[in-house]
């Protein structure tokens, strides 16, 4: 079917690199549209715009992608439900088959706060590159780059992971900061760092950029730990593949149900501990673009007739990491990418 195209908007069957700049593209369109609501107290319009405009950039992208981590199933989530294709080769056929992960909006109650660390971002691998991780919790540790393999391991206590983290980073305990999200069932693990004299930094939510910023020298954040969303942890893996630093995610499953359910996504044993490889194989590209400001990216700054983005653009192949500045102009831009 591709042939059917004119010869210049012929893909290469390959992952390009140019693809990973696309991407930026793509979560610069969310994070503008979900910057219409920060603070205005609706998480769920916030989301909803951003959804909308990644779905519309993401035709402008020359790929056949398939949604692997999404919105929810084709019955809950009427855009970047899971195994939608997207792309502008989606409906003819052609161009690099890619497996993408979304998060349009991570951290929507942030954003309906106007509190820090909000998101729009994007992952992209070659085919099967990514867990299908299915819609529950998954229990996450992480550090950054530099370290010996398997310095800290989920099945570790915090007082043995702190010590050995400490040893490896010839520091103190009390020298280490932990970022984990601020929830009752987080209550015990922060007793336990606190015991040990470790620092802790509580975020709200977003723990997509609370795992990326154990790999951002001056984010100060030593090593995340606690449980998040499962989608959310693929995310963070693929950003970890690129920019470096080791993850362990184990998926936290409440019932016999949910373990059939994610039979169903390939998921063969349920007390499996997945490496950063695990969740996101291959060649890998990830984007974020700030909504709102944190450690990593500034949010969108809207002015007259404009904003400014800040995004992040990394590759696993090449490792290089890129910054991007987008000085955006609504009076040139098509107001499908504004919303
Ligand atoms: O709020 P919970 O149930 O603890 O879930 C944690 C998950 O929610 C988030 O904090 C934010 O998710 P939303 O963007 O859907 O609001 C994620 O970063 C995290 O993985």
């Known amino acids: ?149 398997g310095v800290v391991n989920l099945d570790a206590t915090p007082e043995e992971n702190l010590r050995e983290l400490a040893k490896a980073k010839k520091c103190s305990i009390s020298d280490l900061m932990v970022c984990t999200l601020d929830r009752d069932r987080h209550k015990e693990m922060i007793k336990a760092c606190r015991a040990v004299g470790a620092r802790i930094t509580l975020i709200g939510d977003g723990d997509v950029a609370g795992v990326i910023n154990v790999s951002q020298r001056d984010a100060g954040i030593d090593i995340y730990m606690g449980s998040g969303g499962a989608p959310e942890g693929v995310l963070a893996a693929a950003a970890l593949r690129c920019i470096g630093g080791q993850m362990q995610g184990r998926l936290m499953f409440e019932n016999d149900e949910q373990v059939a359910r994610a039979a169903t996504m390939g998921v063969d044993d349920p007390s499996r501990i997945y490496t950063v490889e695990d969740m996101a194989r291959g060649d890998v590209m990830f984007a974020a673009t700030g909504v709102t400001s944190g450690a990593m990216l500034r949010g969108v700054r809207r002015f007259a007739g404009g904003a400014y983005t800040h995004s992040i653009v990394m590759r696993s192949k090449s490792g290089t990491v890129r910054y991007v500045e987008g000085h955006h102009n609504f009076d040139r831009k098509p107001s499908a990418f504004v919303a």
């Open 1 to 149: 079917m591709a042939e059917a195209l004119p010869s210049k908007h012929r893909p290469e069957m390959v992952v390009d690199r140019n693809l990973a700049l696309e991407l930026v593209r793509v979560t610069e369109a969310a994070a503008l549209a979900a910057s219409r609501w920060i603070g205005r107290g609706d998480k769920n319009a916030a989301d909803g715009a951003a959804v909308e405009a990644m779905r519309k950039a993401f035709d402008t992208v020359a790929i056949t992608g398939t949604v692997v981590i999404g919105e929810g199933e084709m019955d809950e989530a009427p855009m970047l439900y899971i195994g939608e294709k997207v792309g502008l080769y989606a409906r003819a056929g052609g161009g690099p088959e890619v497996d993408i992960a979304v998060d349009p909006l991570e951290g929507t109650s942030i954003t309906a706060k106007g509190g820090p660390n909000a998101i729009a971002t994007v992952a992209l691998a070659e085919k099967g590159g990514f867990l299908h991780a299915p819609d529950i919790y998954m229990d996450k540790i992480a550090v950054g780059p530099g370290l010996p393999d």
